[in-house]
């Protein structure tokens, strides 16, 4: 009589991302994850190949998750909003995910994140930027806003901005300027 399941490739991906917003990348290991879905490591490799497919699983499902958010975002403002409005909006929300899953937000910029994720996550920003600038610099626009909230996003979450002022601020003063130059 075969094994009984105790885990699921679901409940690994779960505790894997609690664990990496918990104790950051270093602490994803397949020893802690196994801990925390309440069986031995050695049973993790029915469901996860090696630390690697974990990451990968983990990057996946967080990439995923902020896909969804964006969509979420075009479609609630896609009807109602200018193309200036829905980018602002989609970048509102790129900022909020990033705070709230800080250490999954560092993850997505590493080789570990499926290009297939990030190309559905990048899909309202490029379908956004067409609807402002046009289909032929759709790419390029996309680009340079996103460019532009990672790096902005990146140095937040480290605590780069130490000059003062209000970093709130900052970010709607560079946003709408970025976005006035792509409407001009």
């Known amino acids: 009589m075969p094994t009984p399941e105790r885990t699921s490739i679901d409940a ?55 896909a969804a958010e964006l969509e979420q975002v075009e479609q609630r403002s896609v009807a109602r909003d200018t193309p200036t409005e829905l980018l602002s909006a989609l970048a509102t ?4 995910f990033a705070h709230a899953h800080r250490e999954g937000f560092a993850l997505m910029f590493t080789a570990s994140a499926p290009l297939a994720a990030l190309d559905r996550a990048a ?18 626009a996309a680009r340079l806003v996103t460019a532009w909230m990672t790096g902005f996003l990146q140095m937040e979450l480290a605590g780069a901005f130490r000059l003062g002022g209000d970093v709130d601020r900052a970010f709607d003063y560079g946003l709408s300027r970025l976005l006035r130059g792509l409407a001009g």
């Open 12 to 66: 690994i991906i779960g505790a894997g991302r609690a664990i990496l917003e918990e104790s950051g990348p270093a602490g994803l290991t397949m020893q802690a994850v196994a801990v925390r879905v309440g069986v031995r490591a050695p049973s993790l490799y029915k469901r996860v190949t090696d630390r690697d497919a974990l990451v990968a699983a983990v990057a996946e499902s967080v990439v995923t998750d902020l």
């Open 123 to 140: 899909g309202p920003v490029l379908r956004s930027t067409a609807a402002l600038v046009g289909d032929e610099d759709a790419l390029d």
């Open 93 to 96: 929300a790129y900022r909020a």
